[in-house]
């Protein structure tokens, strides 16, 4: 087996960096072939990944976390159809490892396991356009309250989990809701917003339960809408998200669509796997079972 290595060395405050050889080590004695591409800046992995000879292996591997997997899959969209893509897979050493939970990697360990076992399969993937942009996510998309605090925890990432806390009460002491238009597989949906995501996977956050009952295989995205709420309830209801029980206030809703046009007034900031995408108006459509990954 030969794959290639996409690595981003500051995933999870630099330990990308330090976990290269013992990664190295432990494909080598197990007999796997590798090439090891090293990112050296933040639009990096993109275009290392869209200048890949493909045909040379048998597995692509996203080294980091889930923004490195969403530049990798998106350098790789961008110049190659996906039917032709290898199998894709995970060595989940990020700060945030959302997504790989869906194909029940958890740790390190886990993905090499994948790696080794190498048994693809065949995933949804979610496009999000607007006029002229188009993008490629395979775990969260959203705005409103939840993507400012994002937004406002990555100003902040050098205080590590704690980054999130400060975003959660900056956000919540400055709170705006704003009128959004869903039309979900043509029906529409309106109204006072707090924020919306479009999940693909289960998690976000690492392991914040934002759609319990997503699956990457049902052709499917699961949207879960919270409409006007208190700062006091909003403050008691981020934490059920960690168990999924968010679902149960009666301000949050979950339908699911397989495709969504967004409006909201005023524009808001879109985010995908944690990078800023664009703004509103967008529409963000499911493709079945679009690429393989290792799980
Ligand atoms: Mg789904």
Known sequence: MRIALIINPHAGGKKGAKLLPVIEKKLSRAGVEYHTYLSLYHEHTVKIASELDIARYDAIVAVGGDGTNFHVLNGLLSRFK?????????????????????????????GLRAIFENKPGWIDVCSFSQAEKKYYFVNIAGF????????????????????????VFHRTLDLHFHHMEL??????VSGENCFVVFC?????????????????????????????????????TLPKIYTGS???????SHVQAKTV????????????????????????????RMIRYLA
Do not use: Q
């Open 246 to 252: 968010h679902l149960c206030h009666p301000a949050v």
């Open 200 to 236: 693909n996977s289960r998690f976000t956050g690492g392991n914040m339960l934002m759609a319990p009952e997503a699956r990457i295989d049902d052709g499917l995205m699961d949207i879960i809408i919270a409409g006007k709420l208190s700062r006091a309830s909003l403050l008691s």
């Open 82 to 110: 996906p039917e032709t893509l290898p199998p894709l897979a995970i060595l989940p050493i990020g700060s945030g490892n959302s997504f790989a939970r869906d194909l029940n990697i958890f740790s390190l360990d886990d």
């Open 144 to 167: 409103g309250f939840v993507t400012d605090v994002a937004e406002t925890a990555r100003k902040f990432k050098w205080l590590g989990d704690f980054s999130y806390i400060v975003g």
């Open 183 to 188: 039309e979900l597989d043509g029906r529409a």
């Open 261 to 288: 046009k967004i409006k909201t007034r005023p524009e808001k900031a879109m985010l995908a796997d944690g990078e800023v995408l664009g703004t509103t108006p967008a529409t963000i459509t499911v493709h079945p």
